[in-house]
């Protein structure tokens, strides 16, 4: 079992950077390819960013291509979302998740996900 944790959400104006983190619990995190995603109220979980488990490639909705980075610190057991010149638009629930098998825009290919972190970003 692998438990993961969000945390780094808050309210921030537009135009404002955050920086989630996402750190999980299990000694094979490096084995993990790891993924963000996003739900606001009232729709669909969406696809933010992926890395793949050593780190090496990453993937990102078009949306944040540009204002977002996701990085990994395998020796921390932990993952980042970097989001910068945030939007009214990114309010939402942040989710990381694990999975064993990238496959980076399809939720379902992650088994294990956080509990969330809320974004909130004031026009």
């Known amino acids: 079992q692998v438990r993961l944790v969000e945390s780094g959400g808050g309210l921030v104006q537009a135009g404002d950077s955050l920086r989630l983190s996402c750190a999980a619990s299990?000694?094979?995190?490096?084995?993990?390819?790891m993924g963000w995603f996003r739900q606001a109220p009232g729709k669909e979980r969406d696809f933010v960013a992926a890395?793949?488990?050593?780190?090496?490639?990453?993937y990102y909705a078009d949306s944040m291509k540009g204002r977002f980075t996701i990085s990994r610190d395998n020796a921390k057991n932990t993952v980042y979302l970097q989001m910068n010149t945030l939007k009214f638009e990114d309010t939402a629930v942040y989710y990381c998740?694990?999975?064993?098998?990238?496959?980076?825009?399809?939720?379902?290919?992650?088994?294990?996900w956080g509990q969330g972190t809320q974004v909130t970003v004031s026009s």
């Open positions: 890395i793949t488990s050593n780190g090496a490639r990453t």
């Open positions: 998740a694990a999975a064993w098998a990238l496959v980076p825009q399809l939720s379902s290919a992650y088994p294990y």
């Open positions: 299990t000694r094979t995190f490096s084995s993990f390819g």
